[in-house]
């Protein structure tokens, strides 16, 4: 009889638990990801949980499961599939070109859909938005002519130099000094060839971010080189680039506490001879790989950043080039 109670006793446990699993009591941890999905990356939004110190970025160098829950490079579910049909009807397809005067809208000019400091600074060859409270630019945006890329105003004699536009603490030359990081430019001093106030703007340090010195040599420079090709090959091309703060407490430099970037953005627009958009993420750090491991969609970097890159396009025409990323459309 004692064994039979034993028995029901544990046949009844055995049901509750299976019950309560079936019925959703316990609920696994995919449901809590997809809630914070769609949100823009920022640091001080990101769960505690997650691990602060090596989180990948790049979409084809790092698995997809390390990019985080906002950087999922598929349409969600709410967004209509016409939107993104590669196949779409050329009659009833945005146009491959847009007006002359659309193209003077500043269509590489950004906007912050988080919530940071800003002070725009617009430039010869450049605008910027800067960061009081990091002491580095958000993004910095051009748009790139093939004829800027040659010219006689060159870097030789030029100083890196403080930018008296913006309040103190502001980065000096002597912030980077033995500081281990390069005075990496966002806007370069090689797009700037065209006019000599363009080249000297670029030197300010409201162009620069503390850069790993590998990186500023070598696999960045090579995109910015690729860049000059494209403009020279498109005849224009739109650039985006800046810093990208990933982690919960940021390393800094020098005496104004300069904030070091954990990786670096760059997006590409271009208009003809049909539109298309490219994305590039690169982390903070040594590395030589192929260009086609740092590349990523528009919309990924969107993601990622909080940044909505080329508003000025109509709608359409928006997010068919921000969800393509080849390097195969581009020569």
Known sequence: MRKTIHLLLLLLTVTTLSSCFYRGTHKPLIGGIREYKEAPLHADDRPSAQPADDPSFTRNSYDDDDLPP???????????????????????????????????????????????????????????????????????????????????????GISYREDEEVPLPRATTFDYQQSGYD?????????????????????????????????????????????????????????????????????????????????????????????????????????NRPMGDYINTVRQVERITGIDFFPQLPDELEKRVEKQASLDDWR
């Open 183 to 287: 005075r990496g430019h966002m806007c370069p001093s090689g797009d700037n060839k065209w006019d000599a106030q363009a080249q000297q703007d670029c030197f300010l340090l409201t162009n620069m971010c503390p850069q790993n010195h590998n990186l500023n040599g070598g696999d960045w420079n090579e995109l910015e080189m690729k860049c000059r090709k494209w403009a020279e090959h498109y005849g224009d091309i739109y650039i985006v680039c800046g810093p990208i703060l990933y982690r919960q407490k940021h390393k800094t430099i020098g005496r104004s506490r300069i904030v070091v970037p954990e990786a670096f953005y760059k997006v590409v627009l271009r208009l003809s001879p049909q539109p298309a958009a490219i994305g590039f993420i690169y982390k903070n750090e040594d590395g």
């Open 70 to 156: 906002s950087a999922d490079p598929s349409p969600s579910a709410d967004e209509p599939l016409s939107a993104y049909d590669d196949e779409a009807d050329p009659e009833t397809s945005p146009a491959t070109s847009l007006p002359a005067a659309d193209r003077d809208a500043r269509l590489e000019i950004p906007v912050l859909k988080i919530n940071l400091s800003e002070q725009i600074l617009h430039r010869k060859g450049y605008t910027t938005s800067y960061n009081a409270d990091h002491r580095i630019p958000n993004w910095t945006a051009w748009h790139l002519l093939g004829s800027h890329v040659t010219g006689p105003y060159k870097r030789k």
